[in-house]
């Protein structure tokens, strides 16, 4: 399969473009250089919140739960990569959706070229099951799940991230 390299934008320590990219997944940053990943956080108005299962053959955290989201193609913005990311994932129309920014977190990984940093959003939308068209080549189920579900799964170490976004579910539902 002929299939288009992939690009990231690299960053410095203060989240500022440096004007040079990295092909996807090629683990070559330096100490204090980033790229940027996006996780959109899906609620409905009734607090129930859109959460998918990974594929079995994911190399890190097979099965697990967790959000849309991906890393943020080089030029593109925060808001263009998750929004991109919810809706190829999930197949929603976020056209509409009332969309927030919530906080960004950073990983540091020294001397393994792959530091990161995580935009995280909130999005909130009306859809039913039947709106959901998981994106099969990267998840193998999906669950309208309540906080006492999402925690269920943190708790058993199967919530990819909770520790970092957990913030994101406890928000007010609008």
């Known amino acids: ?9 690299i960053y410095d320590k203060n989240k500022q473009p440096t004007g040079r990219t990295m092909r996807r997944n090629d683990w070559v940053l330096k100490d204090d250089e980033y790229h940027l990943t996006v996780l959109g956080v899906v609620s409905r108005p009734d607090g129930k919140f859109l959460i998918t299962k990974r594929s079995m053959d994911k190399h890190w955290a097979p ?8 890393a943020a193609m080089a030029g ?3 808001e263009e990569a998750v929004r991109r990311e919810v809706s190829e994932e999930t197949g ?6 009332d969309v927030r920014y919530l906080f960004t977190y950073h990983r540091e990984n020294p001397g393994e ?3 990161y940093f995580v935009d995280v959003y909130r999005f ?3 859809f039913t099951e039947d709106d959901v068209n998981n994106q099969k080549t990267e998840t193998t189920d999906f669950m309208l799940a309540d906080i006492e579900q999402i925690k269920e799964f943190a708790n058993q170490g199967i919530f990819l991230h909770y ?4 913030d ?4 007010p539902v609008l």
């Open 1 to 9: 399969m002929d299939k288009k390299q992939e690009y990231w934008d």
């Open 63 to 70: 099965g697990w739960w967790e959000v849309s989201g991906g």
């Open 76 to 78: 593109e913005s925060s």
């Open 92 to 97: 929603l129309d976020v056209a509409d959706a």
């Open 113 to 115: 070229g792959d530091n």
């Open 124 to 126: 909130t939308l009306d």
């Open 163 to 166: 520790d970092s976004i957990k």
């Open 168 to 171: 994101a579910f406890e928000i």
